[in-house]
């Protein structure tokens, strides 16, 4: 699928061989605040899904480029071991826990993979999470079609902001 790519954020080198860099910031004070992580083509639905929470629900949305989950959860694995087998020293943190802890807010993860593929991320984010994902077969003629029928384009990944916002309260 064919899109253009944005620049590269200043100062994402570190992020992208981690596995993850924020691509879009948002106000900081914001008090209805979301993080949503996408990759590859279903970035571009993250982005439009934070221009929808913004113009139509006051709801202000970071989106993070995920450029390996994978690279994400052995890194996050590590440290777990690390901190097993360490107990009488401070606990490390994951890279992604290190991010997002500077992020506040119920984080949405959308892919164009099977749901799995950002689950393996769960243990490493102590908050609200939900993953959007296409498990099972495709009944559909073109992207956009297959998107909606998995519920992981830009309207699905506003309903699940909105619904974390509103179990949080908020």
Same mark, same amino acid.
């Given at each position: 699928?064919?899109?253009?790519?944005?620049?590269?954020?200043?100062?994402?080198?570190?992020?992208?061989?981690?596995?993850?860099?924020?691509?879009?910031?948002?106000?900081?004070?914001?008090?209805?605040?979301?993080?949503?992580?996408?990759?590859?083509?279903?970035?571009?639905?993250?982005?439009?899904?934070?221009?929808?929470?913004?113009?139509?629900?006051?709801?202000?949305?970071?989106?993070?480029?995920?450029?390996?989950?994978?690279?994400?959860?052995?890194?996050?694995?590590?440290?777990?071991?690390?901190? !097993?087998?360490?107990?009488?020293?401070? &606990?490390?943190?994951?890279?992604?826990?290190?991010?997002?802890?500077?992020?506040?807010? &119920?984080?949405?993860? @959308?892919?164009?993979?099977?749901?799995?593929?950002?689950?393996?991320?769960?243990?490493?984010? &102590?908050?609200?999470?939900?993953?959007?994902?296409?498990?099972?077969?495709?009944?559909?003629?073109?992207?956009?079609?297959?998107?909606?029928?998995?519920?992981?384009?830009?309207?699905?990944?506003?309903?699940?902001?909105?619904?974390? !916002? @509103?179990?949080?309260?908020?």
């Amino acid at each position: 699928e064919n899109y253009p790519h944005p620049q590269m954020p200043k100062g994402a080198e570190e992020g992208i061989i981690k596995g993850m860099y924020l691509l879009r910031r948002c106000d900081v004070n914001a008090t209805k605040r979301v993080q949503l992580m996408g990759s590859g083509t279903i970035l571009r639905e993250a982005e439009a899904a934070a221009d929808i929470l913004r113009d139509d629900y006051q709801v202000m949305a970071e989106v993070w480029s995920v450029t390996s989950a994978s690279e994400l959860a052995r890194e996050g694995r590590r440290v777990q071991r690390w901190n !097993l087998l360490h107990p009488d020293q401070k &606990p490390k943190q994951s890279y992604l826990e290190q991010q997002l802890a500077k992020h506040p807010g &119920p984080v949405i993860a @959308a892919s164009d993979y099977i749901k799995a593929y950002y689950e393996q991320l769960r243990a490493f984010i &102590p908050r609200s999470y939900t993953v959007l994902g296409t498990d099972g077969f495709g009944r559909s003629d073109t992207r956009a079609t297959l998107r909606s029928f998995f519920e992981v384009d830009r309207y699905f990944i506003v309903v699940a902001a909105l619904k974390a !916002l @509103a179990d949080e309260g908020k």
